[in-house]
């Protein structure tokens, strides 16, 4: 009996002692803060209309910019994310697109999941991401997307990650 309990106890220890291991996602969405061609000093991101060759869709993320029509004057539209680990990144990924070329930070660092051609907004781009950048702790997601002339722009992603907790 003795020893029964004593092996009940063990396995107790063992699994509060375990890792637990969960999956959470951040999206485009009207809490990205933003600076844009029209709002230069800054403002939360707006759910923007889609242009009809828009077709890239991500589950549980809108399009966004800084004015809803999606058209306006050329120039950066520069979005954060804040988020907060509170455990250690064990796998990352995003699905990313925008109307305009675009380039990604995480925490001030490249995440090498930029894009030079401008079409993703047809065909979606998914990158790994290395979980060496992120730290326990607040995160910032950046997205730098370019609208090179007066029209449609916009950005569409979501960042999934697995996070173990101890």
Known sequence: ??????????LCLISLSSATTLAFFIT???SNWLEGPSTPSGAFAIVTATNGAWTSSITGA??????????GPSGNGKFYK???VAGTAASASLEIAADG???TLLNG??????DTTGTTYANKKTCTIS???????????????????IGDC????KLTMTVTYS
């Open 1 to 10: 009996m003795v020893q029964l309990l004593t092996t009940l106890f063990a």
């Open 28 to 30: 485009s969405d009207t």
């Open 62 to 71: 809108s399009w966004i910019w800084d004015i809803a029509s999606g058209a």
């Open 82 to 84: 804040y988020f907060f």
């Open 101 to 103: 070329v675009f380039t």
């Open 109 to 114: 660092s490249s995440i090498s999941c930029d």
């Open 131 to 149: 979980t060496s950048k992120f730290v326990t702790g607040v995160n910032l997601l950046e997205v730098t997307v370019v609208n090179s002339g």
């Open 154 to 157: 916009g950005l569409l992603y």
